[in-house]
């Protein structure tokens, strides 16, 4: 099997995917407007999708944990004296990034006492406005400890206010948002040219698409054609990751580029696309993330990045932030142009790295993850970071590593949930991701209707929705549905009866009068397979899911020194374990993985509300492997990978593999064994 790196594009843009062209003269939820591109499907508001089962637990986890409560847990910058409340404490991103995700989640969840935290912040951000259209934060303060204090004109920090903006719009219609905006977006176009995206700061350079995608959201609302024209400008004054992906080696090196700035940036030529459509701007992202996989891509879904590009050595950290950013690129690029490759990497680092590196309590994450990963423990490892992080970006902390995660991690499933749904330009449904949910939307001549999908995916392979609407008469529309490229047999039923059986790497739509209590069936074969990685290593894949070596976990909590409290907190636990990790698969494993596995699935836990954790993990594959004594520790990680195929005297025995986003511990990449 390729590496998932290399599947991209695997379907059709939005010219061709099916039902793509509107179907009524009247679209239930506008598209682009001209002349920019159409996008194959169209985002839901805030608070139409309402997450369930499993994903309703880590949406409750974030409630109660972390997310709900950063004022308490971290208020020397989410608390009063922060900038973006008018304070003389933190001017930067952190608080941003705090509401950014703070906020979806108050209005998937509909709750007031959450709502309640994020209004102070919108009310200041509106309020600071200036007659010029500045806003936010405009004096620097002297430097203190743990606090970014002395760049409050930054371009970069905005972009963040900018997305929350366009959500808090989203949930509330607040007319002063779109002024507010308008205002700014003006003061752009004027000051830009003086004082351009990096004249504070590189990060703004790497992190335009985001400022960008804001204001071809703000075109659509408006119509105001100096918002094109800012486009353009922010498109030339921002990294050309374009010409990056299409011309140069950068991915093909080691620290040629931030590991948060590549994963932001990875949308924009597809953000930039909706303006110029171009097949060159589609055809860069397809070639960044072929490169990429070359010397960097990790099984996961994420690239070893620590924090510059180093490698696809499974002892190479994943940064956090990376991967909730580069969540929220997927979602963008998938509703743009429709490509199911992007849904299938979306899931994939959703199911795989995301669970792994927070907490089952939402409390303290992980800043670096490593795909091999057998001691997660305060130690010196092979890290750009080591020198300046003191040895602490794989425990499981609150500031430990860097506090950018820690204030970041938040938006990662908030923005997940509310992507499992799309309206279509032919005013029917999209399911393109899967999870446990509910949608409630216009469809057809205006009708509403909600469909509700009740799922263990992806802990099993049964899709089952639900439509219900009031009224006998029917309403006639498209539901779309996203076959996976992994996916081989897939079967579509409606009301018992079969009516599909779709390829992988597809979009189904099944176009038909629908009524009150209809059922559809979305069957989704998983089979056994194997991928190649580092040092030619393998990793086992069923579904969208990366299975690792089952090891049991021993947490310690541990404090940190007097000392060094203000800078990494107060606590954080270090986990060990007394199994063996250092096996091999033999050949026949990993060349017909199907025949020489055993799965087993445990129906109870699959239902359960939460199954992130060794103890709780549903699905169980078991394969026969060998150890492998010459394979040992080094500086408390697993030692320079064998190359496979390698030798061991040892005989085999069986091991149990789980979800690799149910493991702390694990070894995902194997060596190959005779």
Request: aromatic share 12%; proline share 7%.
């Amino acid at each position: 099997m390729n590496r998932p790196f290399c599947i991209l594009l695997a379907c059709a843009f939005a010219a061709s995917v099916p039902g793509a062209a509107a179907g009524a003269s009247a679209p239930n939820y506008p598209n682009n407007r001209a002349p920019l591109a159409p996008k194959a499907y169209v985002e839901l508001p805030l608070g139409a999708v309402r997450a369930k089962g499993w994903l309703g637990e880590m949406l409750e986890r974030q409630r109660s944990g972390a997310t709900g409560r950063m004022d308490e847990l971290y208020p020397e910058v989410m608390g009063p004296r922060n900038g973006w409340l008018g304070g003389d404490g933190d001017q930067w991103e952190r608080g941003p990034y705090w509401i950014d995700g703070l906020l979806p989640l108050a209005w998937l969840l509909d709750d007031a006492e959450l709502k309640a935290k994020v209004r102070p912040w919108i009310e200041w951000i509106l309020r600071s406005q200036r007659e010029d259209g500045y806003f936010g934060p405009a004096t620097d303060y002297p430097g203190e400890f743990g606090l970014q204090r002395n760049n409050s004109a930054d371009w970069w920090p905005r972009m963040v206010v900018l997305k929350i903006l366009q959500q808090y719009y989203s949930a509330t219609n607040d007319r002063r948002v779109i002024d507010f905006m308008t205002r700014y977006f003006r003061y752009q176009l004027k000051t830009l040219p003086d004082k351009p995206l990096g004249h504070w700061s590189h990060w703004a350079v790497y992190r335009a698409c985001d400022n960008l995608q804001a204001v071809y959201w703000l075109y659509n609302l408006t119509g105001d054609g100096f918002l094109l024209e800012l486009g353009d400008l922010l498109h030339r004054q921002g990294h050309d990751y374009t010409g990056m992906f299409l011309e140069s080696d950068d991915l093909k090196r080691f620290n040629s580029i931030h590991c948060v700035n590549l994963a932001q940036g990875f949308k924009e030529p597809v953000i930039y696309y909706q303006r110029r459509p171009e097949r060159r701007y589609l055809d860069a992202v397809k070639k960044g993330f072929s490169d990429l996989a070359l010397l960097h891509g990790q099984p996961q879904g994420m690239y070893g990045a620590d924090e510059g590009l180093h490698g696809g050595d499974p002892t190479q950290g994943s940064e956090l932030c990376a991967a909730v950013e580069m969540m929220f690129s997927l979602e963008q690029m998938m509703g743009i142009t429709g490509d199911v490759a992007f849904a299938d990497r979306l899931e994939r680092v959703a199911f795989n790295a995301l669970p792994t590196q927070v907490t089952d309590d939402f409390m303290y994450k992980q800043y670096f993850q490593q795909p091999n990963q057998v001691m997660a423990t305060r130690h010196t490892r092979n890290f750009y970071e080591d020198a300046v992080h003191a040895q602490t970006d794989v425990v499981f902390g609150t500031l430990s590593g860097f506090p950018c995660c820690y204030s970041n991690m938040h938006q990662g499933w908030p923005k997940f949930a509310q992507h499992l749904w799309f309206a279509t330009p032919d005013n029917g449904v999209a399911a393109l991701i899967y999870s446990p949910s509910e949608v409630t939307l216009r469809v057809g001549d205006g009708r509403t209707v909600t469909i509700a999908e009740q799922t263990a995916y992806p802990m099993e392979e049964e899709i089952r929705f639900s439509v219900r609407m009031t009224g006998r008469d029917g309403e006639r529309f498209p539901f779309h549905l996203r076959i996976p490229g992994w996916c081989e047999g897939a079967e579509v039923e409606v009301n018992g009866e079969r009516v599909q059986s779709p390829g992988g790497g597809t979009i189904a739509v099944v176009e038909r009068e629908w009524r009150d209590g209809d059922s559809l069936v979305l069957r989704l074969p998983m089979r056994v397979v194997t991928s190649r990685w580092y040092e030619n290593s393998v990793s086992v894949e069923r579904g969208p899911l990366v299975y690792a070596l089952a090891m049991r976990e021993e947490w310690e909590l541990k404090r940190f020194p007097d000392a060094e409290v203000r800078q990494f907190g107060r606590e954080y636990y270090e986990v060990t374990s007394p199994d063996a990790w250092n096996y091999g698969l033999p050949v026949r494993v990993a060349d017909k993985p199907a025949e020489n596995s055993r799965v087993e699935v445990d129906a109870a836990k699959a239902r359960s509300r939460y199954f992130w954790n060794y103890e709780n993990a549903p699905v169980r594959i078991r394969v026969k492997a060998k150890r492998m004594p010459a394979w040992g520790l080094y500086n408390e990680m697993t030692g320079p990978l064998p190359y496979s195929v390698g030798t061991t005297p040892c005989p085999e025995e069986e091991v149990e593999l789980i979800p690799y986003g149910c493991s702390t511990l694990r070894v995902s990449e194997f060596p190959v064994v005779w």
